[in-house]
């Protein structure tokens, strides 16, 4: 049976871990890449008409971006670690170059860079500020980190998060869906999911569908796969045994996360939370 055309898979070897771009996708707006470097080893791009997100994963790695230094960023061995990572705002038209201090696990978010008179700054998002929480109840319950919110103006479209669901629980849950340009209720954001499993054999179900089942694709995830969501809800669950970490890349026209639960799906948030 092919693959879904949302589902790209790790690769096994190699520095690039996974990519994503505009012109694979068949989007506009959503850029991704995950890239291993080992112990000395030195990555460099330019960021050109696009902003970035570096989001240190695991290891320990020096920035450096124009001669500016940021050195030791990233303190994880796991993504599975309840510490929030180290990552950096990077505008358009910037060099960079990232120097592995220990083996490390980078991800590169992109979207289109403001035009205009918008003056955008290279910056540290501190990791102690980001906004930690748990979103649902019981068997829905999640863990979430907020790196890069649409309440942290830096940044012209990029919105990012990551996720810890735990073992046997659901995520992006009600199914929702943000595919409009609909403020206040709805705005259109492509997203992507890079997915982590532990253990590292688990695995994980995601589904991609809309109202009208126009799209319906439900996919088996593993360790280091991306989802690709262009539209459509798209819930996820972690099977017993096997947390789940994933990593959200959003961006569109307007940077704000508004959505539109699936209305099928919406009465279990009526119902009263289970009491200890």
């Known amino acids: 049976m092919p693959l879904s055309p949302l589902l790209m898979k790790a690769a096994t070897q190699g520095r690039t871990v996974v990519e994503v771009t505009p012109e694979s996708a068949?989007?506009?707006?959503?850029?991704?890449?995950?890239?291993?470097?080992s112990d000395g080893d030195t990555e460099s791009l330019d960021t050109g008409a696009r902003e970035l997100c570096l989001v240190v994963l695991t290891g320990t790695v020096d920035v450096t971006v124009d001669g500016q230094r940021f050195d030791q960023l990233g303190t994880r061995n796991s993504v599975f670690e309840p510490i929030s990572p180290a990552a950096i705002y990077v505008p358009g038209g910037k060099n960079v170059v990232v120097h592995a201090r220990r083996d490390a696990e980078v991800a590169l978010c992109t979207a289109p860079a403001a035009t205009g008179y918008e003056p955008r700054t290279v910056s540290m998002i501190d990791s102690a500020a980001m906004p930690r929480s748990v979103r649902g109840v019981g068997s829905?319950?999640?863990?979430?980190?907020?790196?890069?919110?649409?309440?942290?103006?830096?940044?012209?479209?990029?919105?990012?998060?990551?996720?810890?669901?735990?073992?046997?629980?659901?995520?992006?849950y009600p199914p929702h869906k943000h595919e409009r340009d609909a403020l206040p209720d709805e705005t259109r954001l492509e997203e992507t999911y890079y997915h982590r499993l532990n253990p590292s054999?688990?695995?994980?179900?995601?589904?991609?569908?809309?109202?009208?089942?126009?799209?319906?694709?439900?996919?088996?995830?593993?360790?280091?796969?991306?989802?690709?969501?262009?539209?459509?809800?798209?819930?996820?669950?972690?099977?017993?045994?096997?947390?789940?970490?994933?990593?959200?890349?959003?961006?569109?026209p307007t940077r704000y996360w508004a959505f539109r639960n699936d209305p099928a799906h919406e009465w279990m948030l009526r119902q009263p939370s289970p009491t200890t």
């Open 26 to 37: 068949g989007w506009e707006h959503v850029g991704f890449k995950v890239i291993r470097l």
């Open 201 to 252: 054999q688990g695995f994980a179900f995601q589904r991609v569908y809309t109202d009208d089942r126009s799209l319906d694709e439900a996919m088996a995830v593993e360790n280091h796969d991306v989802v690709m969501v262009p539209r459509g809800y798209h819930p996820v669950v972690a099977p017993h045994g096997y947390d789940l970490y994933y990593l959200n890349v959003m961006a569109g």
């Open 140 to 172: 829905n319950s999640r863990h979430v980190c907020d790196i890069l919110p649409h309440t942290d103006s830096r940044a012209a479209h990029l919105l990012i998060v990551e996720v810890l669901t735990p073992a046997g629980n659901s995520s992006s």
